[in-house]
């Protein structure tokens, strides 16, 4: 079992700034596909950015030059540093893990951008 825990959402107006953390209990970490999802009310979970073992990164098409992902796999732990905020990237962001096979979610983070 993998423990995923996100912090660094809040409201932030529009032009802004946040930067996701998500912290991971397994010390397998590096072997860990991540990613980052969003999920806004009334609409379906959506792939944010993801990162894989190696650092390649893909990122939807919504967020690309605005958001980075990151990973140290020194401290297990994954960053989505958001810039350039727009209202509609408002949504709860959820912390992804995929583990030869197994899949692990956080309980998600609150984002809000205020226009």
């Known amino acids: 079992q993998v423990q995923l825990v996100e912090s660094g959402g809040g409201l932030v107006e529009a032009g802004g700034s946040l930067r996701l953390s998500c912290a991971a209990s397994?010390?397998?970490?590096?072997?860990?596909?991540m990613g980052w999802y969003r999920q806004a009310p009334g609409k379906q979970r959506e792939l944010v950015a993801s990162i894989s073992t190696s650092t390649r990164t893909n990122y939807a098409d919504s967020v690309k030059g605005r958001f980075t992902i990151s990973r140290d796999n020194a401290e297990n732990t994954v960053y989505l540093q958001m810039n350039s905020l727009k209202p509609e990237d408002s949504a709860v962001y959820y912390c992804?893990?995929?583990?030869?096979?197994?899949?692990?979610w956080g309980q998600g983070t609150q984002v809000t951008v205020s226009s």
């Open positions: 397994r010390s397998t970490f590096s072997l860990f596909v």
């Open positions: 992804h893990a995929f583990d030869r096979g197994t899949t692990y």
